[in-house]
C-alpha cells in the first residue's frame, strides 16, 4: 500500500497488518528535511517510530517533483532521512528513495533507446540508491501516453488486449503492451547511466474510468485488471515480479485539476466499487 504522507489514524489501522507500507514524506516536507540538521530525526520520530506494528518498506522522499529548485532538495533530503532511520536502529529495513514521473526518461521509443533525460540530476540520486540497495520508483502511465499520441499507440496495446506487438530491433524483444516498454525504457536508462543493478518498482500506475479522452470503465477495468494479472511476470527485458502499485484506492471527489485525475479510484468515496476488479 502507498500513503502521500503520514496520517496516524491510517498507520494505526495498518498496525498488525503485515500489509507492507510506501510512505511519502509529503512534498511540502522536502525543503525542511533537506536543510534543517533537526527535522529528518524529528520527523522519524514522530511518523515511523511511535509505530512498530507497520511494515514500513520505502520511505519516499518526493513525489514527481519537476522543479529545479524542488529537486535540489531531494537528495540531501534522502540522505538525512536514511541517516534519521539508521540511527533509529531501522536503516536496513526500511529504504529510502523518491518517486519519479516517467518523463525523467527521454528516447523511450524503441524502449532499449530510453537515457535519463538529465543524468546531473539523476546521476548522484543513482549512486545513492546503488550505495543502500534501495529501488527507483516510478510513476508509469500508458494512459498519459495513449492520451498523448492515439494515432500511433492502439487502446489496445495500452490497455493489455492482446492482439499488438510491437518489436524492439535494439534488443531484438517483442512487446504485446505499452506498460512493458515504458519499464524497459526505464531499464535501458539504468544501463546507460551504468546502474543496471539498481530494482525498478512501479510507484503508481492505473487509468481513469470518466471525465476525458479514454477514460471509461470498461478501459480502466481492462488496464487494471491487465496490470494486476501481467506484473508478476515482469517485462521482456527483466523477468519475474515487478512490484507495483495501482494508483488508486479511492476516487477523489474533491482533487482539483483536470477531470480526470478525480477518476482513477477502484472505489468511489463511499467504498462501493468504481467498477469489478479482482486480485
Request: negative net charge; charged residues 15%.
Amino acid at each position: 500500500m502507498r500513503i502521500y504522507e503520514p496520517e496516524s489514524k491510517v498507520l494505526k489501522a495498518l498496525s498488525g497488518t503485515g500489509i507492507a507500507l510506501l510512505m511519502d514524506v509529503g512534498n511540502g516536507a522536502l525543503t525542511s528535511l533537506a536543510n534543517d540538521p533537526s527535522a529528518a530525526p524529528a520527523w522519524v520520530k514522530a511518523n515511523v517510530q511511535p509505530y512498530p506494528g507497520v511494515s514500513f518498506r520505502y520511505i519516499a522522499v518526493g513525489n514527481e517533483v519537476m522543479d529545479s529548485a524542488g529537486q535540489k532538495t531531494i537528495l540531501p533530503a534522502m540522505k538525512n532521512v536514511q541517516a534519521a532511520l539508521a540511527a533509529a536502529g531501522l536503516g536496513g529495513s526500511v529504504k529510502v528513495s523518491t518517486s519519479l514521473r516517467f518523463d525523467v526518461v527521454t528516447d523511450t521509443f524503441p524502449p532499449s533507446n530510453g537515457v535519463f533525460a538529465d543524468l546531473d540530476y539523476m546521476g548522484p540520486i543513482l549512486d545513492f540508491l546503488a550505495s543502500t540497495g534501495a529501488p527507483l520508483l516510478a510513476n508509469v502511465y500508458p494512459y498519459f501516453a495513449y492520451k498523448g499520441d492515439p494515432q500511433n499507440i492502439k487502446l489496445n496495446y495500452a490497455t493489455f488486449v492482446p492482439g499488438t506487438t510491437v518489436n524492439d530491433d535494439g534488443n531484438g524483444l517483442t512487446y504485446t503492451n505499452l506498460f512493458d516498454a515504458m519499464v524497459d525504457s526505464i531499464y535501458a536508462a539504468l544501463e546507460d547511466a551504468n546502474k543496471p543493478g539498481v530494482k525498478v518498482v512501479v510507484s503508481e500506475s492505473g487509468w481513469p474510468s470518466a471525465s476525458g479522452f479514454g477514460a471509461t470503465e470498461q478501459n480502466a477495468q481492462a488496464y487494471n485488471q491487465g496490470l494486476i494479472k501481467h506484473v508478476g511476470n515482469g517485462t521482456p527485458k527483466r523477468s519475474g515480479p515487478l512490484e507495483t502499485y495501482v494508483f488508486a484506492m479511492f476516487n477523489e471527489n474533491l482533487k482539483t485539476g483536470e477531470p480526470t485525475e478525480n477518476h482513477f479510484g477502484l472505489f468511489n468515496p463511499d467504498k462501493s466499487p468504481a467498477y469489478s476488479i479482482s486480485f
